[in-house]
């Protein structure tokens, strides 16, 4: 039976409205997560039993279940309505929103804020995206003795920028860039391979012809400088997933990218995956 349309979720205070209480938020999970019929997350198996208090047992290997075992809300201790808050608030902030604010709105501490919206970056990438998940913070930073990055100038950058294009970039790919030097000494067959745009901004910020294909570049900008202020290189590449998921979303409604995220929250995420060392 279908319990509660996302549709209908077009501010937060309409998603407060309808999931007021924690039976319908898990209600609405079950619904968005297997519509209608549960099925085991250790064995597989469709024959399930719904227990007096709203967990699930399997038929074939006798275990039992709660809606957020296999999801990314497993073992977590917060009622399952911040994390909703926090996914449509993430999803729809067009420039990010800093894990302290993202407390403030949800009532909790930083580091459990922190530790929400790293959950919900990791969601932003494409299941169907084949690039690699971690580029070396090398390429454009290093690391000092105690942890912090500083810029580095290279003697022949585009002798240290090139190789890479063809290590972490897929030939065909598009490559929203800015005016850096390195980009404007490729040869045209390395342009026509990677399809690079004309960004038609100056790298001091200067507007020049207007380039809506350069929109993804200005946006990843103004988050890192605007909101955030400083990105650790080793989480760097979620904050460009959730640039990219913004882009490719801009026509999308906010309760269609919220609901978008939600399909995809049925995979485990540990704490050592989201805070690497």
């Not at 994390?83 to 902030?93: A, K």
């Not at 040869?187 to 960004?199: H, L, N, R, V």
């Not at 570049?217 to 590449?237: D, E, P």
């Amino acid at each position: 039976m279908k319990t509660i349309d996302f549709s209908k979720f077009k501010s937060i205070h309409s998603l407060l409205r309808h999931l007021n209480s924690e039976k319908k938020c898990r209600e609405y999970l079950a619904e968005i997560r297997w519509q209608g019929e549960p099925v085991c997350p250790y064995c597989g198996c469709k024959k399930i039993y719904r227990k007096k208090d709203g967990r699930y047992a399997c038929s074939n290997c006798r275990n039992t279940f709660s809606v957020l075992v296999g999801t990314i809300f497993q073992n977590t201790k917060l009622p399952l309505i911040k994390w909703f808050m926090g996914i449509y608030l993430l999803c729809n902030s067009k420039q990010g929103i800093s894990s302290c604010q993202l407390a403030k709105d949800l009532e909790v501490t930083q580091k459990t804020a922190w530790f929400i919206a790293q959950k919900i970056r990791i969601l932003f990438r494409n299941p169907d995206d084949d690039f690699k998940d971690i580029i070396r913070s090398e390429i454009a930073t290093r690391t000092s003795l105690n942890g912090n990055p500083f810029r580095v100038r290279w003697s022949n950058p585009p002798n240290f920028l090139h190789p890479r294009l063809y290590e972490f970039i897929k030939t065909g790919s598009r490559i929203h860039k800015d005016r850096y030097i390195c980009y404007q000494t490729l040869a045209e067959s390395e342009k026509e391979m990677f399809q690079t745009e004309d960004p038609r901004w100056n790298h001091d910020g200067r507007k020049g012809k207007k380039n809506i294909e350069n929109g993804f570049w200005i946006q990843l900008k103004r988050m890192t400088f605007g909101v955030y202020h400083y990105l650790s290189a080793a989480i760097f590449h979620r904050y460009v997933y959730e640039a990219l998921f913004r882009h490719r979303t801009a026509a999308y409604l906010n309760e269609d990218r919220a609901e978008l995220i939600l399909l995809r929250i049925g995979q485990v995420i540990t704490y050592k995956t989201v805070r690497p060392l």
